[in-house]
């Protein structure tokens, strides 16, 4: 489905012709000394006839090089200080761009190497970047036919870099199908399907929950935000399971998660003025989890653990739709007084979360996570980058920091925001008849602390708060918000970005 397959290239003569590549794609700070005498020439030659040539990606001709197309894609602003690397990524999509154009079957990808520690992941992420590049989106895959956009990309390099990148970009064409697909063709049962199909044969245990009476019973928040969804059958709610075992002794447990909204009208505090277009994408979170466990089950790293509940739910509204002063009791035994039917993210978290919490209990060294599209505040905070949330367990063991660390060197950059005292207040239900409030009454994007206060919400309504510093079963909890970063480009329809996949990956697999 929409696969890229790249292939690792060893021989430095791979980029004349008669190598089987039909396009040399060169990325690089100076496309004027790469080092490689042919390209040098052909690049001094090309700057005398355009202005381009070192300035924006251009295609040259070049007899000799592996089809005869040169395509030089520099690497704009790499030395300012304020850059990191996405600044390949921006060069390798250009490129890789003019390339598909140029109608480039089988192209070569060289991406000069730079002793800055910024790049030490440049080519990796280049190569991501031809990948978010290429993806076209599931429906007119599936109305027009699937085809690769390239037979393969070769990857000149020196090391194995291929198998990896194939599995990391499976695991993103997973959750970019996922998020970005509309919300009749990805309904919370299609998704739940699309799953297992994608499962199959990979060693991943995955249980679908369907059944409504179980699904009031163990996620009763998220069945109140499904309960209007009910009454239409190809609407109603999933919670898909899904657990990845390494070989070996398990040293540390992951919990994932994930928020996936099918569609969300608001609910009852329905959004108006055209406020609802682009809503499809609100199931970001369970789209990037669900993508972070392929790409674990073809990597199979050792030693972990990693448990995902997806929570996938229409948020509808009709007669049936639950409305804000209801009182409904979390699965962790928490009574919450809904506040806002359109802050009905943290309702679906708060239940998987307390599912997973019960299964951190006995689990060796578990760090817990939320995923999710969650706030318009995070945005407006922001911009286009992903914001953490962590409680002081996980701050203690620098689970956030070392989440930040890797998403900057693999071009997936976090903001870390801190959970304060505020925050707990503004979750008090001023009635006293619950134990807290969902949320406040107004748009998050205009109020005080609206990506932070949700974690508040999340650790007290799924019971994680229980599991402090103090505690005897401690348990370090990171709230990812995306909502900034799950999509680029158009603000409703923009292409899903698979983010934070990369980051969390090599967070769980990288030993700092
Ligand atoms: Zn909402």
Redesign the pocket.
């Known amino acids: 489905m929409g696969q890229v397959n790249f292939i690792d290239v060893r021989d430095d003569d791979a980029i004349f012709e008669g190598s089987g590549w039909d396009a040399l794609v060169v990325v690089a700070s100076d496309v004027m000394q790469t080092g490689v005498d042919e390209i040098s020439l052909l690049a001094d030659h090309g700057v005398k006839i355009d202005n381009r040539v070192g300035r924006s990606a251009t295609m040259l001709f070049a007899p000799g090089l592996a089809g005869g197309r040169l395509i030089l894609s520099p690497v704009l602003n790499s030395q300012d200080d304020v850059e990191d690397v996405r600044v390949f990524a921006d060069a390798a999509r250009a490129g890789i761009a003019l390339a598909l154009q140029a109608g480039a079957k089988r192209p070569l990808l060289l991406v000069a190497k730079e002793s800055d520690t910024r790049y030490q992941f440049s080519a990796e992420v280049a190569a991501l970047a031809c990948g978010q590049e290429l993806w076209q989106a599931l429906e007119s895959r599936e109305a027009k036919g699937d085809k690769p956009a390239f037979e393969s990309i070769g990857l000149l390099c020196s090391s194995d870099m291929s198998q990896s990148l194939n599995a990391l970009e499976a695991g993103r064409i997973l959750a970019r199908d996922l998020c970005g697909t509309e919300p009749e063709r990805m309904s919370a049962a299609a998704f739940a399907d699309y799953c297992v199909a994608a499962y199959q044969d990979s060693g991943l245990k995955v249980c679908v929950i369907e059944d409504r009476d179980v699904l009031e019973r163990d996620y009763p928040l998220l069945s109140a935000v499904g309960r209007s969804s009910f009454a239409v059958s190809r609407h109603q709610p999933r919670v898909v399971k899904l657990e990845y075992v390494g070989e070996g002794e398990i040293e540390r447990t992951y919990f994932f998660a994930g928020k996936g909204?099918i569609y969300?009208t608001?609910?009852a505090d329905i959004?108006v003025a055209g406020g609802m277009a682009g809503?499809s994408r609100?199931k970001g979170g369970a789209a990037a989890v669900a993508g972070l466990m392929k790409t674990l089950s073809m990597l199979k790293p050792k030693g972990i653990r990693v448990v995902s509940e997806l929570g996938l739910v229409r948020?509808s509204i009709g007669s049936e739709a639950f409305v804000t002063d209801e009182i409904i009791t979390s699965h962790a035994g928490v009574r919450v007084r809904i506040g806002n039917?359109?802050?009905?993210?943290r309702l679906v978290l708060a239940d998987l979360l307390s599912h997973l919490r019960i299964k951190a209990e006995k689990a060796v060294k578990p760090e817990l996570f939320s995923v999710a599209t969650l706030t318009g505040h995070v945005v407006r905070c922001y911009g286009g980058y992903t914001a953490t949330v962590e409680n002081s367990v996980a701050k203690l063991s620098g689970v956030a920091s070392s989440i930040a660390s890797q998403g900057e060197s693999w071009g997936e950059p976090v903001e870390q925001s801190v959970l304060r005292r505020d925050d707990y207040a503004k979750i008090v239900d001023p009635s006293g008849a619950a134990d807290i409030l969902s949320s406040n009454n107004g748009p998050s994007s205009v109020t005080a602390r609206g990506h932070q206060y949700p974690a508040a919400f999340l650790l007290k309504a799924s019971g994680l708060s229980e599991h402090g510093v103090q505690s005897e079963k401690p348990m370090a909890y990171v709230h990812v918000d995306i909502a900034g970063s799950a999509t680029e480009g158009h603000p409703l329809y923009g292409k899903p970005t698979a983010t934070p996949l990369v980051g969390l990956y090599k967070h769980m697999t990288v030993k700092s």
């Open positions: 909204v969300d608001g609910g959004k809503m609100d948020n039917t359109d802050a009905e993210g």
